[in-house]
């Protein structure tokens, strides 16, 4: 395997009238500064480590891509967004040079300059010039032991500076889950206040544990962090702000946390002693979406960034310098996700872990804390939300909170070791954990409600009954149907008109959603495989439609056939069942993550980039695309006639399609909560809200005795 990112000793690069600074991913050539993405700056460093050779595809899929397979069209877009960046005024000659049916290779020659030995970081060392080539043909295999040598220590200090090791192949490692083990676990109370406990933060020593916490009658949260050993509590927070932990730094003695100002929509990342009292201070202006990180070193901030590519629903892993305020990438999510999502990070291993949320399903990474040695762990069909790690067994944990399930990774073997399902009527939400034996949770601290909104007046009806959780919701005549998760297993409910259970009628091991077929006997489940259609009278299979990719969404249209939208191999395709010849086409709609109808031959998407698009299936082409306001949990849409339905989470807008002035505003929820779905029935909304209730934080202990 070859080398992709130069070590910490290298300062500069020097090609062409391009100069590069590795730490900061920036080319500079005197008069333009361009900012690489990670994809492009790792590219760029192998083609130059690696200048003595071609570089065919099939390398750069081994060691930069590190993935079995890479599309022809991903590799092209990306040199030639490469060519480009290296394109200036100054720099006008070829930098990266295409062999026909070889390969790449790096057309001039790179210089490196390194720091001083003394101090790698310090600023103003020495610079010490030393040609990576000695020969002008770059493509000619070079004999100069000098040459053989500088490459030789790249590749030893990469190698002995991040301690672990993971081939290619290693990444793609297929893993299997282990058999579940039944375990009790005492459940003991760490909290005694009412109110509402959340985002638990543990410190790396794992002696405290950071948390936001609403008091009951109250509708602010305050900054909380406890002591482990003594119980102790500090807490800061003002009335009219919003207080929430964000990370700790690597050493556990700064706390970082959000204060946020609803009113007037402004967030801001400061720093807390963990004392509370020797400094507190602000750092930077931030987005109001939950984030995480960690402090590294004295300076620096690694943290979870929305917005990225422009994209309310992508993120992206950054690291910040807190003198400079200068930012650059450690990760690049494909626009085709929901992004990257720091979970830990080991100032042993100077590696950060993270979550990559595709559609449908998580991937569990880890990478230098300046985005170098980039690994695929694991595949996981459940979100990961936080994970630890424990020195003592080099393995990470983490847990599925509202099933009770524990996942212990091990960074030796690469596989899962241990697999627990804790016993108990008890279901939680944010969660910490010491070792696999010891668990910090808080109780799930909200109840699910099915409210109705009437489009015509505009009234919204809450129904009496509260479900503790439901996965998904769809009306049918004179009720609904709710998926719940039961004891493990996804269990279908119908429901009267008030919310009280009729009956259970379905009940799975897998998740699934649900949407009822208006005005006929039917009912679709969405499975992340498959397609199941049921008669709900008789409640027989009808249909199962296996379909190529992951399920990201599906719908039943005007006619009785499916819409549906799968992701496979980092692309979303869009197709259409036909229950009449039992056959699937394909939609030419780019990027949907949610494809329905407004009519026979006229389709409405929602795309990757925010937008709704109207296509016209005679036309062959689209005849609206539509922005969407800012999302602040996720996009949801349905259609009404030719009326299009969105909810941000917290409002509901109307969209004319048809009009110049197509969005309008309808509804803003009245009370503390989030609209989780909405789906259009007989004139009205059902509309899926999740309310906060009080809770409590909890240590959970594995009683071993019990086992025996």
Not at 630 to 649: E, P, Q
Request: negative net charge.
């Amino acid at each position: 395997m070859n080398e992709v990112n130069f070590p910490r000793k290298v300062k500069e690069v020097k090609f062409g009238e391009w100069t590069l600074d590795p730490r900061r991913q920036c080319i500079s050539d005197g008069e333009v500064e361009r900012e690489l993405e990670p994809l492009l700056f790792n590219i760029l460093c192998y083609l130059a480590i690696n200048c003595d050779q071609i570089i065919t595809r099939q390398d750069l899929i081994d060691d930069v891509w590190r993935q079995n397979y890479v599309d022809d069209n991903a590799i092209n877009r990306a040199m030639s967004e490469l060519r480009k960046v290296l394109k200036s005024d100054r720099q006008k000659g070829t930098i990266v040079k295409t062999h026909y049916r070889k390969g790449y290779s790096f057309f001039v020659e790179p210089i490196v300059i390194y720091h001083e030995e003394s101090d790698v970081y310090e600023a103003s060392a020495t610079k010490t010039e030393v040609p990576l080539v000695i020969e002008t043909d770059p493509l000619k295999p070079k004999n100069s032991k000098f040459a053989f040598a500088a490459i030789f220590s790249f590749v030893l200090i990469c190698l002995v500076g991040f301690g672990y090791f993971y081939s290619a192949s290693e990444e793609n490692k297929q893993h299997v889950i282990p058999e579940f083990k039944n375990k009790h676990y005492e459940e003991q109370a760490l909290s005694w206040m009412d109110g509402q406990y959340n985002i638990l933060l543990l410190s790396p020593d794992k002696n405290y544990a950071a948390f936001s916490f609403i008091p009951e009658g109250q509708d602010k949260s305050y900054l909380v962090v406890k002591d482990l050993r003594d119980g102790k509590e500090q807490r800061v927070g003002e009335a009219k702000f919003h207080y929430f932990p964000m990370g700790w730094a690597s050493d556990s003695s700064f706390l970082f946390y959000r204060v946020i100002d609803v009113a007037n929509k402004s967030c801001k990342v400061w720093r807390i002693s963990r004392d509370f009292s020797s400094s507190n201070s602000p750092l930077f202006d931030c987005e109001l979406r939950i984030t995480f990180g960690t402090g590294v070193g004295d300076n620096s901030f690694i943290y979870t960034k929305s917005n990225y590519r422009n994209r309310d629903e992508l993120s992206a892993l950054v690291n910040r310098n807190l003198l400079t305020g200068e930012e650059f990438q450690i990760t690049s999510p494909n626009i085709n996700s929901h992004g990257d999502h720091f979970l830990h990070y080991s100032e042993a291993l100077d590696s950060v872990f993270f979550e990559r949320r595709q559609l449908g399903y998580s991937e569990l990474y880890m990478t230098g804390s300046e985005g170098g040695n980039l690994v695929k762990l694991y595949e996981s069909k459940s979100r990961i939300w936080s994970a630890n790690y424990d020195s003592s067994r080099n393995t990470l944990i983490w847990m599925q909170p509202f099933e009770k399930k524990i996942y212990e990774y091990s960074l030796t073997s690469k596989q899962l070791i241990n697999t627990i399902q804790v016993l108990g009527e008890s279901r939680y939400s944010s969660y910490q954990s010491i070792d696999w034996k010891n668990m910090l949770v808080v109780g799930y601290p909200y109840l699910h409600q099915l409210n109705e909104l009437d489009i015509e007046s505009l009234t919204f009806t809450e129904l009496q009954k509260e479900i503790a959780y439901h996965r998904s919701s769809s009306p049918k005549e004179n009720g609904y149907f709710a998926v719940a998760v039961e004891n493990g297993k996804s269990t279908l409910f119908e429901l009267d008109l008030e919310g009280a259970v009729v009956a259970s009628r379905l009940s799975v091991e897998e998740p699934f959603d649900v949407e009822t077929r208006k005005g006929f006997d039917e009912i679709l489940l969405k499975f992340q495989d498959r397609l199941e259609v049921y008669n709900t009278q008789s409640w027989k299979l009808e249909e199962s439609i296996q379909t190529s990719g992951r399920v990201i969404s599906a719908e039943f249209l005007h006619n009785g056939d499916i819409a549906y939208v799968t992701e496979n191999k980092s692309k979303n395709k869009a197709f259409i069942y036909s229950k009449a010849s039992d056959l699937v086409s394909t939609l030419p709609v780019q990027d949907a993550l949610w494809l329905s109808s407004i009519s026979k031959d006229l389709y409405v998407s929602l795309s990757t980039k925010d937008k709704v698009e109207v296509f016209d299936r005679n036309l062959g082409e689209s005849i609206a695309k539509i922005p969407l306001s800012k999302a602040f949990s996720k996009h949801k849409l349905t259609v009404a006639g030719n009326m299009i339905y969105h909810t941000d989470g917290y409002n509901i807008y109307q969209i004319d399609y048809q009009s110049k002035q197509s969005t309008k505003l309808i509804f803003t929820l009245p009370s503390q909560g989030t609209i989780k779905g909405i789906e259009f029935h007989e004139g009205k909304l059902l509309v899926d809200v999740i309310k906060p209730i009080n809770n409590h934080l909890f240590q959970l202990k594995y009683e071993e005795t019990a086992e025996h």
